[in-house]
């Protein structure tokens, strides 16, 4: 009975695991795909070197101590 128990249980990690890298790979080919459909209909625009975009948040107000305790 113990043999058999613990044969369930590798025939169910092996299950699991195959099921596990069919959907990965699943996930990995469909990025590929979707990637290589996405460049083919749109040429990418060259950027800008002079520009840098971003965005900021300000922690301190200007002139503030870092230790006050407002």
Do not use: C, K
């Not at 044969?7 to 990690?13: C, D, E, H, N, P």
């Not at 996405?38 to 840098?52: E, H, Y």
Request: no cysteine; aromatic share 4%; glycine share 10%.
């Amino acid at each position: 009975m113990r043999v058999l128990v613990g044969l369930l249980g590798l025939v169910l990690i092996v299950v699991l695991v195959a099921f596990g890298l069919v959907i990965g790979l699943g996930m990995l080919l469909f990025a590929a795909v979707r990637r290589l459909v996405r460049a083919a209909r749109q040429p990418s625009q060259p950027a800008n070197a002079d520009v840098i975009e971003g965005e900021y948040t300000r922690v301190r107000e200007p002139g503030s101590s870092p230790l006050s305790l407002r």
